[in-house]
């Protein structure tokens, strides 16, 4: 009954090594989310997708970019992995138009930078 | 400027006792979200209850009741009859507007529920 599926539980990586977050959902759902969380910092936007191959940057996007070729797949890749990537990523999805719960969430990746 | 505010970094309650997270947000829009999810220890995100700007009663999902104060800005969640398994992290969110559908999280709130 998974609804939103990250690849990838936990994921250690080498300083500018070029990493890719997959996440898949299965609901036909428009909007598609790429989030970090950090202690005390709460989740923090980095790109949403509101359609297929169309994409915008969020709160903190420098040194991520996404891609979105297709509607159920939402890729965040971060081009030479540093240890302030260090972190756990979190995908979420939505239908299009308002809702009243918000996001669907994947159970996170939580990637190490070494 | 932060949008959501939550003051509370941890929070210990006694089992069978009712707990109150506080939120306040600050937005300009008249028309906005407010949300509430659970993050246990193994990572996924659950929704608990949602309060839109406009409903004049304060939401509330089983053991969960969201008291909306509109004026000050607030929607604390309450828990209560607090259980074992609501030992996790809080996090308040809110979706400003009705076409953005962006959700700005707060920094969360840690409750231990002791036995």
């Known amino acids: 009954d998974v609804k939103v599926t990250q690849s990838s539980r936990y994921l250690v990586k080498r300083t500018g090594e070029k990493v890719f977050l997959e996440c898949v959902q299965d609901?036909?759902?428009?909007?598609m989310f790429w989030y970090r969380q950090d202690p005390g910092l709460g989740l923090r936007l980095i790109y949403f997708s509101y359609d297929v191959k169309m994409k915008e940057k969020g709160d903190i996007p420098e040194g991520y970019s996404v891609s979105r070729e297709k509607k159920e797949r939402f890729s965040l890749i971060l081009e030479s992995a540093s240890t302030n990537q260090t972190s756990m990523y979190l995908c979420?999805?939505?239908?299009?138009?308002?809702?009243?719960?918000?996001?669907?969430f994947g159970s996170g990746t939580r990637l190490t930078v070494v | 400027a932060q949008k959501i505010t939550q003051t509370q970094p941890g929070m210990f309650v006694q089992e069978k006792e009712a707990v109150t997270l506080d939120c306040t947000y600050d937005t300009s829009d008249q028309s906005y979200g407010l949300f509430w999810y659970k993050q246990p220890s193994s990572g996924e995100m659950i929704f608990l209850i949602y309060q839109g700007s406009y409903d004049e009663q304060n939401a509330t999902e089983g053991r969960y009741s969201l008291n909306f104060q509109k004026a000050r800005k607030s929607a604390n969640l309450v828990i209560s009859a607090s259980q074992l398994g609501d030992s996790a992290m809080y996090f308040c969110?809110?979706?400003?507007?009705?076409?953005?559908?962006?959700?700005?999280f707060g920094a969360g709130t840690t409750v231990t529920v002791r036995a």
């Open positions: 979420a999805s939505s239908p299009a138009g308002v809702n009243n719960y918000g996001y669907t």
């Open positions: 609901m036909d759902h428009e909007n």
């Open positions: 969110a809110m979706r400003e507007g009705r076409r953005d559908y962006k959700l700005s």
